[in-house]
């Protein structure tokens, strides 16, 4: 079993910065991608980042490339996401994921444990 815990949500203005992080216990997930999906309210889940086993390569959906970077350390078993320029579409609960290959992935099918969230506000 994994449990991942996120942090570092909060309320922001728009144009502003904030970094999620995501704690993770049990097994670690040293050999696995992490990755960090979001849900704004009425939508559906969507990808936001993901990043390999190693931390060496990295994926970003294109509504947030160039703003968000997401960084792993699995000697401390964390994993991070770096917002800036945060826009108020950025409004929405993101969740960690851990998945079940060490190659990134967009799919949330590919993740079998995920956090349970934390809740980002962007204001305009």
């Known amino acids: 079993q994994v449990q991942l815990v996120e942090s570092g949500g909060g309320l922001v203005e728009a144009g502003g910065s904030l970094r999620l992080s995501c704690a993770a216990s049990?097994?670690?997930?040293?050999?696995?991608?992490m990755g960090w999906f979001r849900q704004a309210q009425g939508k559906e889940r969507e990808f936001v980042a993901t990043v390999n086993w190693s931390g060496a390569s990295s994926d970003y959906a294109d509504s947030v490339k160039g703003r968000f970077t997401i960084y792993r350390d699995n000697a401390k078993n964390t994993v991070s996401l770096q917002m800036n320029n945060l826009k108020p579409e950025d409004t929405a609960i993101y969740y960690c994921a851990r998945s079940r290959y060490p190659n990134y992935s967009r799919g949330q099918v590919d993740y079998d444990y995920w956090g349970q969230g934390t809740q980002v506000t962007v204001s305009s």
């Open positions: 049990g097994r670690t997930f040293s050999g696995e991608a």
